[in-house]
């Protein structure tokens, strides 16, 4: 399971980081303030949100904004790459479902 | 005064903007992060702060050093969270950026036309497909290592780095500095390939002392954390239910094929590979520049392009590592901005000495044709269209086709969103295409980045290039 | 080499003729300067369209074309089998719009003309059309449903054509660049020489779209067909939200034109991959074909103009082609009559892939001197209206 290096116990010594929230599919979820959308995401552990044409469930794979396999709708801009896009404080996101016909 | 533009703000980029700003030229660095340093000093944002980043890090003061120059010397605007998403060479070259968040619509939209040009674009890692390697949990080992660097989340607990070339140890300390176990590294490659590339003139290899330095670190880390670092392996499939939970690693001829009966399963919630690189060419290529036989943009010892007025620094030139982008970039920039050459013999013969470390790298680790003997029929080739290996290359053998361009249509490989970014060149191998006519390459991008039909269609209908203003 | 027909090009109508010659009988030997189908017939939406064709000669091909299509793609089908990928033909049918007053009543003037001449065509009140395509901005002035206008993935029923002359014997050469003619004492065209090898035959056909005026001219004769540049944006994939070929009315007027600069026009799809495509623009500018981004500006205004929800869609690519261009927007199928021996199937301009199928029939029938389903005359290079386009001298 993906995870966040607790700031208490980081070697690097971070300063106490500051929170914000974000909305994914409705649930309220928090995060850090400078965290990529996917960061959030898998700092909670999840590490598949999208699903493909075929039903397979993908999320984060290259990292650097090139596959686009962790794409999602933020604030109702689809295809946004969540592991780019710096999370906002009320940001809105909805995750993709290629599989089903007429939900999107 | 000349203006130079600089695409790219990773190790290359910043110090052709440095160089440059040496010279006497005005400089604009345009990149598409949320700050700079590129993915080699990929680091935490600003809003969180960190005492001992450089941990992190090698060659962190060099990076400190001209990030504070770039931000202090008022001839230097470097801009972020620009995506250069089209060149224009219809007159002299116009470089087509949106400004803000990524893939946001209604960012803004620059045009912008310089004295020259300098492409530091860098590369992505190749990651070869196997059975599995769609399941979430498996990441390219960029990802690993950008996510520990830029963000502090570990990919997994229970770790497997597997690929080929040197960047994969750095990762693997990247992981275990989250808290990942590492469960071991495999490298493809086996010790007489090894000893082909790095042993006949081991000097060499010291004489790029930090390259050294930095990879005897990597090393004696791994020691200290226990991490096996194992010769001519590799992961052959990534199983779980959804996820990943299983690992399959088998030992590989000197071909890359994978010997039968030698498969070992251990689970693992994280598989991070990496086959190489594939240097991000799109935009200098939509300059015009002339791609190499070896498909990295050719320069003279000038790094200059084949183009007028354009240069190219870094990765795309030749995997060389950070001491040869940082010579690269030095060269370009001050040559870009008019410089004497003089000026810069010792960078030009850095510059040398690098390129033979990525002779190295390549013969010691360049991938390998046995591979395919791991795929299956149903292995997905293409994630975005999640086109499998038997039904590309029945469809390849039914229409007696070796051309990419036709492949691409028939099967829809590399026509999704990442535009083949992640499985080009694995087509190209897989249908025998010549990437060397136009129709064959999968580096030919007109559009490099994805744009909303509003953005395009605000923007200013008369051609009018703003000159590097915004 | 020994051929009865040599063909000079393996896009798609190159692959048309080809399998209605080797199905005639006719040894067929194909030659392409590139891969095949990888130049025109893969840079285009693949329209099989009635609805853009005006009364006269073009409308009765694509008349026949329409009813040609469902058994050609059930035949392909049928020969090649389950292994080899479908064609996706689709009769989904066309919406044509008038985005303002002015246009609206010359659509519908131009529909009932059709429709004298056996072209299904449908008013259609605002509602209708909203109900046809629900995302279209119900701000139109006019719309025309045309149930006969269909759709093909071009580069599969390129492929499929060639591997159907393939099965029939006919043999395809990739790479090969017609570099001359090969001719008798008395000057009588025999066959091409290629880099490679000189290829006799009775026979050599020029089907090298907008490449056909320099073909030619390595054959020695002037063939007015000039290059015409279009552009086509994909977007990435979404939920259908368009159902049918639905373009602006003014996209006639553009094909029509022989202006020389940028014309801009919509044309909107979505393919069974799940992205829309948005044309089209047309520019005579060569073979230059570098990018331009005001021309993917001015196709995406007007696209919104139709779809107003397309403004947040991405588009991730842009690919641009050649279109073979005459000056009187007719194709030239039929033998040269200044040089027997020498044959054209080009100039179909942006209606290539629909008219394919009908001008490998008409090339078939020419060649084997069999009953042409259509008078073939409108279409010859000797008809009156390219009479000034020719050089006075004839064949060089």
């Given at each position: 399971m993906s995870s966040i290096v607790p700031f208490e116990s980081d070697p690097i010594r971070p300063a106490e980081p500051r929170c914000l929230t974000i909305s994914v599919d409705g649930e309220r979820i928090e995060g850090l303030r400078g965290q990529s959308i996917a960061g959030i995401l898998l700092a909670q552990g999840r590490t598949a949100w999208r699903t493909t044409v075929a039903g397979r469930e993908r999320g984060v794979f290259c990292g650097i904004g090139v596959c686009f396999d962790c794409v999602g709708t933020v604030n109702g801009e689809s295809d946004v790459r969540l592991c780019l896009r710096r999370a906002r404080d009320g940001d809105t996101v909805e995750t993709q479902d290629d599989s089903e016909e007429d939900t999107r | 005064m000349k203006h130079v533009l600089v695409i790219g703000a990773g190790p290359a980029g910043l110090t052709a903007a440095v160089a440059a700003a040496d010279a006497g030229a005005r400089v604009t660095v345009l990149d598409s992060g949320t700050g700079p340093g590129g993915q080699y000093w990929r680091h935490l944002p600003p809003e969180r702060p960190s005492r001992r980043e450089a941990r992190l890090h090698h060659g962190w003061s060099e990076f400190e050093r001209l990030r504070e120059r770039t931000e202090r010397d008022g001839s230097i605007d470097v801009v972020t969270e620009a995506q250069a998403w089209a060149i224009e060479t219809t007159g002299g070259a116009t470089v087509h950026a949106l400004i803000g968040p990524s893939d946001a619509a209604g960012r803004e939209a620059l045009a912008l036309e310089a004295d020259s040009l300098v492409f530091a674009t860098g590369a992505h890692d190749r990651t070869l497909p196997f059975p599995g390697w769609n399941l979430p949990g498996v990441f390219s080992a960029g990802a690993a290592q950008a996510l520990a660097k830029g963000e502090r989340i570990a990919v997994g607990r229970r770790a497997v780095v597997a690929g080929a070339g040197p960047f994969l140890l750095p990762v693997a300390q990247s992981l275990t500095a989250t808290g990942s176990t590492v469960l071991g590294v495999y490298e493809a490659a086996r010790t007489p390939a090894l000893a082909k590339g790095w042993l006949p003139r081991p000097w060499r290899l010291l004489s790029s002392a930090r390259k050294g330095g930095e990879l005897a670190g990597y090393l004696a880390h791994h020691l200290r954390h226990r991490v096996p670092y194992r010769l001519g392996r590799a992961v052959v499939e990534a199983r779980g239910d959804g996820r990943v939970e299983e690992a399959v690693i088998a030992r590989l001829d000197a071909d890359w094929s994978p010997i039968p009966g030698t498969e070992l399963t251990v689970a693992a919630d994280a598989v991070c590979v990496s086959h190489g690189f594939t240097p991000r060419l799109e935009l200098p290529i939509a300059a015009g520049c002339e791609i190499g036989p070896d498909r990295f943009v050719t320069v003279d010892d000038d790094q200059r392009t084949s183009v007028d007025g354009v240069w190219a620094a870094g990765e795309i030139t030749g995997i060389g590592g950070v001491d040869a982008a940082l010579a690269e970039g030095r060269v370009a920039g001050h040559l870009a901005a008019g410089g004497d050459r003089s000026a810069i013999g010792p960078a030009r013969r850095r510059r040398r000495a690098s390129a033979d470390f990525a002779r190295r790298i390549e013969a010691a680790h360049g991938v390998r044709p046995g591979w395919t003997a791991w795929m299956r029929e149903d292995t997905v080739v293409c994630r975005c269209e999640e086109v499998a290996y038997g039904a590309l290359l029945g469809t390849a053998a039914a229409t007696e086709q070796g051309s990419l361009r036709s492949v691409k249509l028939t099967t829809r490989a590399g026509l999704g969103i990442c535009q083949a970014r992640m499985c080009g060149r694995t087509v190209e191998e897989l249908t025998g295409a010549d990437p060397s006519r136009a129709a064959d390459t999968s580096d030919r991008r007109p559009l490099a980045a994805p744009v909303r039909l509003g953005d395009l269609a605000g923007l200013s209908s008369k051609d009018d290039p703003q000159k590097g203003e915004h | 080499m020994r051929t009865d027909v040599v063909i000079v090009g393996a896009g798609i109508i190159g692959a048309a003729c080809a399998r209605e010659a080797a199905r005639a009988g006719l040894s067929v030997t194909v030659v392409d300067r590139g891969a095949a189908a990888s130049a025109t017939s893969a840079r285009g939406e693949g329209n099989l369209l009635v609805s853009d064709k005006a009364p006269g000669p073009e409308l009765d091909l694509a008349l026949l074309a329409a009813d040609h299509w469902p058994g050609l793609a059930a035949e392909l089908a049928d020969e090649l089998g389950g292994a080899f990928p479908d064609i996706e033909y689709q009769r989904k049918g066309g919406v044509v719009v008038a985005t303002t007053p002015e246009g609206a009543e010359p659509l519908r003037a131009f529909a009932r003309r059709q429709t004298e001449l056996g072209v299904e065509a449908a008013d259609l009140s605002v509602p209708e059309a909203l109900e046809l395509e629900p995302h279209l901005d119900p701000a139109v002035a006019a719309a025309v449903h045309y149930p006969q206008d269909a759709q093909v993935q071009p580069v599969i029923a390129t492929e499929a054509l060639l591997a159907s002359a393939r099965r029939a014997g006919a043999k395809i050469l990739p790479h090969s660049e017609v570099v001359g003619p090969v001719r008798d004492r008395n000057g009588r065209l025999g066959g091409v020489r290629t880099a490679a090898e000189a290829i006799s035959a009775g026979a050599v056909l020029v089907a090298a779209g907008p490449w056909s005026g320099e073909v030619a001219r390595t054959l020695g004769a002037d063939l007015p067909v000039r290059p015409r540049r279009g552009m086509v944006l994909v977007t990435s994939r979404m939920r259908q939200r368009v159902f049918h070929k639905v373009y602006d009315a003014d996209y006639f007027g553009a094909t029509q034109s022989s202006d020389e600069g940028l014309q801009t026009s919509s044309v909107i799809e979505s393919t069974p991959g799940g992205t829309v495509l948005i044309g089209s623009s047309r520019q005579?500018?060569?073979?230059?074909?570098r990018l331009r981004v005001e021309v993917l500006a001015r196709i995406a205004r007007k696209a919104l103009r139709l779809f107003p929800f397309l403004e947040t869609t991405s588009a991730i690519r842009a690919y641009g082609g050649f279109r073979p261009y005459v000056p009187d927007h007719l194709p030239v199928i039929g033998e040269d009559h200044r040089d027997p021996g020498l044959w054209y199937a080009t100039g179909h301009e942006g209606a290539g892939i629909g008219l394919a199928g009908v001008t490998g029939a008409l090339i078939g029938a020419q060649l084997t001197g069999a009953e042409p389903a259509l008078d073939p005359r409108p279409f010859q290079l000797s008809r009156p209206s390219l009479a000034a386009h020719l050089s006075p001298g004839g064949p060089t």
């Open positions: - | - | 005579q500018i060569g073979f230059d074909d």
